[in-house]
């Protein structure tokens, strides 16, 4: 503002507006400059906030499909806007080949808006592929695996492994995930009479994902799951090391060391580096130096704001 005002005070001047009239002005301007965008910026940023707030209070179910098919939105992952939802009392269904478009969707379920996953969150799935299943399926449904591969030629074997992984072929022939993976293998073998003719094996050698690798699958799979979160298996131990639960974290006396855990979903990397530890109650948000973030196995002293 300072250089702005020197420029501003000479061409006043050869306008021949001087003494108070030019200190007026000046005063103006740089008053506005000091409260102008803080302001506009506020009064925008209310009004997304007050409308993002009344569409997830009343239409939680659209706004949070919106939400999940626009993004990347910069902040918050898709995993953590799933688990909010889903503290919000929103219900999800899970991908599946025979009910998944390529974007998720709003399903009715016993008079509730359910939110089905899209095929476009399974990764390394392309939109070809996932658009000529969807395109396949309004024409007839699948009636298995193998009639899926030899419907949709432009469906790679890495690509139905992953739709394998992330459960979205259970429903075709009412397996579970490494079952789907059994029959996804023999089904995308290089086609002959020989092999047309070999019957599917019913019953896989294989066992069943435990939550543990389900959970896995999920996030190597989609990013995100709709099943338990996380932490949720891991409750009783971290009670063992004295880790403070999210929920505890407000009547905590200011000053206190305390130990937390959780999923770490965003990073802020300033002067001080600030992340969002993601649990199974709300979220909380701590301040850590750079130097303690660099090296964690140091004793460090935390900021905690929930």
């Given at each position: 503002?300072q250089?702005?005002?020197?420029?501003l005070?000479?061409?006043?001047?050869k306008?021949?507006?001087?003494?108070k009239?030019?200190?007026v002005i000046?005063q103006?301007?740089?008053?506005?400059?000091?409260?102008?965008?803080?302001e506009?910026?506020?009064?925008?940023f209310?009004?997304?906030?007050?409308?993002?707030?009344?569409?997830?209070?009343?239409?939680?179910?659209?706004?949070?499909?919106?939400i999940l098919?626009n993004?990347?939105?910069?902040?918050y992952?898709p995993?953590?806007?799933?688990?909010?939802?889903q503290?919000?009392?929103?219900h999800?269904?899970?991908?599946d080949?025979?009910?998944?478009?390529?974007?998720?969707s709003?399903e009715?379920?016993?008079?509730?808006?359910?939110?089905?996953l899209?095929?476009?969150?399974?990764?390394?799935?392309?939109?070809q592929s996932?658009?000529?299943?969807?395109d396949?399926?309004?024409?007839?449904?699948?009636?298995?695996?193998q009639?899926l591969?030899?419907r949709?030629?432009t469906?790679r074997k890495?690509?139905?492994?992953r739709?394998?992984e992330?459960?979205a072929l259970?429903?075709?022939?009412?397996?579970?995930?490494?079952g789907?993976?059994?029959?996804?293998?023999?089904a995308?073998?290089?086609?002959?009479?020989?092999?047309?003719?070999?019957?599917?094996?019913?019953?896989?050698?294989?066992?069943?994902?435990?939550d543990?690798e389900?959970?896995t699958a999920d996030y190597v799979?989609?990013?995100?799951?709709i099943?338990?979160?996380p932490?949720?298996y891991?409750?009783?131990r971290l009670?063992?090391?004295?880790?403070?639960?999210?929920?505890?974290?407000l009547?905590?006396?200011?000053?206190?060391?305390v130990?937390?855990?959780?999923?770490?979903?965003?990073r802020?990397r300033r002067?001080?580096c600030s992340?969002?530890?993601?649990?199974m109650?709300?979220a909380?948000?701590?301040?850590?130096?750079?130097?303690?973030h660099?090296?964690?196995?140091?004793?460090?002293?935390?900021?905690?704001?929930?």
């Amino acid at each position: 503002m300072q250089a702005i005002e020197v420029k501003l005070r000479y061409g006043m001047e050869k306008n021949g507006i001087t003494g108070k009239m030019q200190d007026v002005i000046v005063q103006s301007i740089t008053s506005f400059a000091l409260y102008g965008f803080p302001e506009s910026h506020a009064a925008s940023f209310a009004l997304l906030a007050y409308a993002s707030a009344y569409l997830k209070c009343h239409y939680l179910a659209a706004f949070t499909t919106a939400i999940l098919n626009n993004q990347p939105m910069d902040f918050y992952a898709p995993a953590t806007l799933v688990k909010d939802a889903q503290k919000h009392g929103q219900h999800f269904k899970p991908v599946d080949i025979t009910s998944s478009d390529w974007l998720c969707s709003i399903e009715e379920h016993g008079g509730e808006k359910w939110v089905r996953l899209g095929l476009n969150y399974v990764r390394g799935l392309t939109e070809q592929s996932a658009r000529t299943i969807v395109d396949e399926r309004s024409r007839r449904r699948f009636a298995s695996i193998q009639d899926l591969v030899n419907r949709v030629s432009t469906l790679r074997k890495d690509e139905l492994a992953r739709l394998g992984e992330v459960g979205a072929l259970n429903f075709l022939q009412k397996t579970h995930r490494r079952g789907a993976m059994w029959e996804a293998e023999l089904a995308a073998r290089p086609a002959g009479p020989l092999f047309d003719s070999e019957p599917s094996c019913e019953d896989t050698p294989l066992a069943q994902m435990d939550d543990a690798e389900r959970l896995t699958a999920d996030y190597v799979g989609t990013g995100l799951t709709i099943g338990r979160h996380p932490m949720s298996y891991h409750r009783e131990r971290l009670n063992r090391l004295d880790v403070t639960p999210a929920s505890r974290l407000l009547s905590i006396r200011n000053g206190r060391t305390v130990r937390i855990a959780g999923c770490i979903i965003c990073r802020v990397r300033r002067k001080v580096c600030s992340f969002s530890a993601s649990k199974m109650k709300p979220a909380s948000r701590t301040r850590r130096e750079p130097d303690v973030h660099r090296c964690p196995a140091q004793n460090s002293k935390a900021s905690i704001t929930s």
